[in-house]
């Protein structure tokens, strides 16, 4: 069974940071690409950021661009998203997704408020 636990969510003010944690289980990242959606209130959930399989990125939103980093430990079977400058747009929650193009399992989520 896939299973996604993110962490590391929270307020922080403007161009503060914060750094997500997932932990997966259920599958290898050889299996699946992993990464990060987001949904803020009254809007369809974005994709972030996805990470293919073998290792390479596979897609980053132009809107974090500069700004947020995702990187893995394979051995921990834990992916993060690193989130510098954060701005009150970036206030959602963050679900962490895996997948063929992180589109088939998602975790419970993660809110992140930035104030300004």
Same mark, same amino acid.
Request: charged share 15%; hydrophobic share 30%; with cysteine.
């Given at each position: 069974?896939?299973?996604?636990?993110?962490?590391?969510?929270?307020?922080?003010?403007?161009?503060?940071?914060?750094?997500?944690?997932?932990?997966?289980?259920?599958?290898?990242?050889?299996?699946?690409?992993?990464?990060?959606?987001?949904?803020?209130?009254?809007?369809?959930?974005?994709?972030?950021?996805?990470?293919?399989?073998?290792?390479?990125?596979?897609?980053?939103?132009?809107?974090?661009?500069?700004?947020?980093?995702?990187?893995? +430990?394979?051995?921990?079977?834990?992916?993060?998203?690193?989130?510098?400058?954060?701005?009150?747009? +970036?206030?959602?929650?963050?679900?962490?997704?895996?997948?063929?193009?992180?589109? +088939?399992?998602?975790?419970?989520?993660?809110?992140?408020?930035?104030?300004?």
């Amino acid at each position: 069974e896939v299973q996604l636990v993110e962490s590391g969510g929270g307020l922080v003010q403007a161009g503060g940071s914060l750094r997500l944690s997932c932990l997966a289980s259920g599958f290898t990242f050889d299996d699946y690409a992993i990464g990060w959606v987001r949904q803020a209130p009254g809007k369809e959930r974005e994709g972030v950021s996805c990470y293919s399989a073998s290792g390479n990125l596979t897609y980053l939103s132009n809107s974090v661009k500069g700004r947020f980093t995702i990187s893995s +430990d394979n051995a921990k079977n834990t992916v993060y998203l690193q989130m510098n400058n954060l701005k009150p747009d +970036d206030t959602a929650v963050y679900y962490c997704a895996a997948g063929s193009q992180c589109a +088939d399992y998602w975790g419970q989520g993660t809110q992140v408020t930035v104030s300004s």
